[in-house]
């Protein structure tokens, strides 16, 4: 018979993975337990654990939104319709501005010399200090009318009183005989145009000033 090989074959059992990587793997054990323990203390001598009040902390409900953000910057602003500036009156133009200067609001563009013009603004002119030397005239001569009225009325105001004492002493001497009854009639009768003149300068100065606090 013929001799085999079977006496120099053996079976091989495939080697366990963890068998194989059992130093890596307690290695990296060793290693991640050392992180740990390194991490704990750094968060404990680092305050992470520390408490603090709530009157210190500021919370706030966070929202998704636009992020806004104001940014500065020069810029040009052009016109984008060209103006047509016109006259109402014919004259020489001359031009304040250039095309292309910044102008602002209420800026004089352009200043029309017009004789037209010149002319009938003198002439208003003229006319508007007439008016007003006549509307001073007639002020003096209110005021001179004013003052006349109440001398006016001062001296009806006198001469009242003088009637009355005048129609009082008639009054008693006709009562004892020493006046007649025609001289006491008389001082009636006085008393009542000096009554009536009277009236009538207070009537006229008030409406003399009336007029003139209208006019002013």
């Known amino acids: 018979m013929l001799r085999d090989t079977s006496a120099q074959d ?4 495939p080697k366990n993975v963890l068998r194989r990587h059992r130093k890596l793997i307690v290695a990296g054990a060793i290693a991640a ?20 009040d709530r009157s210190r902390v500021s ?8 992020f806004v953000r104001d940014i500065s ?17 014919l004259g020489t133009v001359t031009l304040k501005v ?20 010149t002319a009938k603004f003198s002439q208003e002119s ?3 200090a007439s008016l007003r030397l006549d509307w001073e005239r007639a002020t003096l001569d209110a005021e001179h009318k004013l003052a006349q009225m109440r001398d006016a009325y001062n001296q009806a105001e006198v001469d009242q009183k003088t009637a009355q004492r005048e129609r ?36 006229h100065l008030r409406c003399a000033a009336e007029a003139k606090s209208l006019r002013y």
């Open 10 to 13: 053996r079976v091989i059992e």
């Open 33 to 52: 337990a050392l992180l740990i323990t390194l991490i704990v203390v750094l968060m404990r001598y680092s305050g992470a654990g520390v408490s603090v």
């Open 59 to 66: 919370i706030a409900s966070v929202e998704r939104g636009n």
């Open 73 to 89: 910057a020069d810029g040009q602003v052009v016109a984008a319709v060209s103006p047509t500036l016109y006259a109402n009156a």
């Open 98 to 117: 250039h095309a292309g200067d910044t102008v602002t609001k209420s800026q004089v563009l352009a200043v029309v010399d017009s004789p037209d013009l």
């Open 126 to 128: 003229a006319t508007l």
């Open 168 to 203: 009082d002493r008639s009054r008693k001497a006709y009562e004892l005989g020493s006046y007649s009854e025609l001289q006491a009639l008389r001082a009636e009768d006085a008393l009542e145009k000096a009554q009536f003149a009277f009236l009538a300068g207070k009537e």
